[in-house]
């Protein structure tokens, strides 16, 4: 029996290491040692190219807030809209939901990139087209479906059972929301926050054609680079695409902490 712990423990250290740390460490190492020949001696020539031209672009600084800013926004706006629709899906019977249901999913259905070419005309006539708010708008329609499904699902496993027993010893609407909603459903929030953020961030397409070149993201500078880059840039790149998600992620902890019942300080009984 304790064998089999062992082999199980051992079988899981050995995929996580493969399919996890050593990726993310040949890719820091890739972003300081010159790109590899096929038949070429294994010899690392160690460089800092790799970071001098990520850190010489004009428009990273600007864009990674950029970056950061409309996937805040679009993190809160998934909230607002999560929160209630999988609050009102999970709880509430009323005719058409199912149909409701179905159409929540539509977006992840239908091809992004025809309905963002069928939505830029309304933002142009609208005067949204070429603004972050714009991008903001159509970065929804990925992610809401997404934020959803999450928190319906934190609902349904939270159940109404809990909420009625709270009103019925006085609470409101507020102290409920603040002191069992949002702390039981800290899982679902934390999975809904960090799915939209990335997605949001990864939106390349839909940000240049609603943005048009003058809302500049952190995925418009990147992608440029992969046709033209060496593998030491595209590396060094790839490790600051992916510490914004890493920043928000400790930003976010951080928010969380100050949840009620949910302080890591907080002395246990």
């Known amino acids: 029996m304790q064998y089999n712990s062992r082999i199980k423990t051992a079988s899981?250290?050995?995929?996580?290491?493969?399919?996890?740390?050593?990726?993310?460490v040949f890719l820091i190492v890739k972003s300081f040692?010159?790109?590899?020949?096929?038949?070429a001696h294994f010899h690392m020539h160690f460089t800092l190219r790799g970071w001098t031209t990520l850190l010489s672009e004009n428009q990273l600084v600007s864009a990674t807030f950029m970056s950061l800013l409309i996937g805040g926004v679009i993190v809160i706006l998934n909230l607002l809209i999560g929160l209630s629709a999988?609050?009102?899906?999970?709880?509430?019977?009323f005719k058409g939901k199912s149909?409701?249901?179905t159409l929540f999913l539509l977006p992840l259905i239908f091809p992004l990139l025809a309905i963002a070419m069928g939505v830029h005309i309304a933002m142009i006539r609208l005067g949204l087209a070429d603004m972050w708010v714009g991008v903001v708008l159509i970065h929804l329609v990925p992610t809401i479906p997404y934020s959803i499904k999450i928190?319906?699902?934190?609902?349904?496993?939270?159940?109404?059972?809990?909420l009625e027993q709270s009103t019925s010893l006085g609470a409101n609407v507020w102290n409920r929301f603040l002191t069992i909603e949002l702390p039981l459903l800290k899982p679902a929030?934390?999975?809904?926050?960090?799915?939209?953020?990335?997605?949001?961030?990864?939106?390349?397409?839909?940000?240049?054609?609603?943005?048009?070149?003058?809302?500049?993201?952190?995925?418009?500078?990147?992608f440029p680079f992969?046709?033209?880059?060496?593998?030491?840039?595209?590396?060094?790149?790839?490790?600051?695409?992916?510490?914004?998600?890493?920043?928000f992620y400790i930003m976010v902890e951080f928010i969380l902490c100050f949840l009620p019942y949910q302080s890591p300080w907080r002395m246990k009984s």
């Open 226 to 247: 992969l046709q033209s880059a060496s593998s030491t840039v595209l590396a060094a790149f790839s490790i600051w695409f992916a510490l914004v998600p890493i920043l």
């Open 86 to 93: 999988g609050k009102a899906l999970a709880f509430y019977q």
């Open 99 to 101: 149909i409701m249901d």
């Open 33 to 39: 040692t010159l790109p590899w020949r096929y038949q």
């Open 189 to 222: 929030l934390r999975s809904t926050i960090f799915l939209t953020f990335v997605i949001s961030l990864s939106q390349y397409v839909i940000t240049a054609i609603i943005g048009g070149g003058n809302v500049v993201t952190l995925a418009m500078v990147y």
């Open 12 to 24: 899981f250290w050995f995929l996580t290491s493969v399919l996890f740390l050593f990726p993310v």
């Open 151 to 162: 928190l319906r699902n934190g609902y349904v496993s939270l159940g109404s059972n809990i």
